[in-house]
């Protein structure tokens, strides 16, 4: 498959992909998986993270090179820790049957904590492609936080780590594929963290973060 430049423009070559219903272009093809309304999102080749497109809000993400930079044309993830953690999910996803995933990457240079979003399309036509979106999360509690967050309720190390992803805007089914757990495993310790910080909702838990991390709180995902 071709590759496209950051900017999302097509280079080398024809840019069309056969298809049961006539030939497609690929640069819009794949800019139909990265809409500009999605924020960042970026499309790159599963072996080796190749870049195939970036849409205008990626694009200058890339330029700016945080979390993400382009080296010789391929997608890297800062730190290097995070690198392989991202290689290593885009696998299991490959291999198993759930084509999303989630990773939390810690810029520890600039404090700043992003999510990825990855998903395998289903297209037959780009089988062999990963769709990254990358948003910063709007609420970043600090370890410390956690820590007296978790001995003020008498949090467990798993219900802490429950609630801190949902406080970064992550849905429950999120948390367990980035966890490797059953889904009903972290709806059972979100039950548990209700009950332990009296709250009613997921939204509460979040706010109950948020308004300890002074930051506006992140949209809660269903």
């Known amino acids: 498959m071709r590759r496209a430049s950051e900017s999302?423009?097509?280079?080398?070559?024809?840019?069309?992909?056969?298809?049961?219903?006539?030939?497609?272009?690929?640069h819009q093809l794949l800019a139909s998986f990265c809409p500009d309304w999605r924020g960042a999102s970026l499309a790159v080749e599963i072996n080796g993270l190749g870049l195939l497109y970036a849409?205008?809000?990626?694009?200058?993400?890339?330029?700016h090179g945080r979390p993400a930079r382009l080296s010789g044309g391929r997608l890297l993830i800062g730190p290097d820790h995070a690198m392989r953690r991202l290689q290593v999910l885009i696998g299991a996803l490959r291999e198993g049957s759930t084509r999303t995933g989630t990773l939390v990457v810690n810029d520890e240079d600039s404090g700043?904590?992003?999510?990825?979003?990855i998903a395998l399309p289903l297209s037959p036509h780009i089988s062999d492609v990963a769709i990254i979106d990358i948003t910063g999360a709007l609420v970043e509690p600090q370890p410390a936080l956690m820590g007296a967050i978790a001995e003020a309720f008498h949090l467990t190390v798993a219900e802490s780590s429950v609630l801190g992803h949902l406080a970064a805007g992550l849905s429950l089914r999120e948390i367990a594929t980035m966890r490797g757990v059953r889904l009903e495993t972290v709806r059972q310790q979100c039950k548990v963290l209700l009950g332990k910080m009296?709250?009613?909702?997921?939204?509460?838990?979040?706010?109950?973060?948020?308004?300890?991390?002074?930051?506006?709180?992140?949209p809660v995902a269903c």
């Open 8 to 26: 999302g423009t097509a280079t080398g070559g024809a840019g069309r992909l056969g298809g049961p219903g006539g030939p497609g272009d690929l």
């Open 55 to 63: 849409n205008a809000y990626a694009h200058d993400l890339l330029q």
């Open 198 to 218: 009296r709250c009613r909702r997921q939204a509460d838990l979040v706010r109950v973060v948020a308004g300890l991390s002074h930051r506006e709180p992140a």
């Open 112 to 117: 700043t904590t992003f999510v990825l979003r």
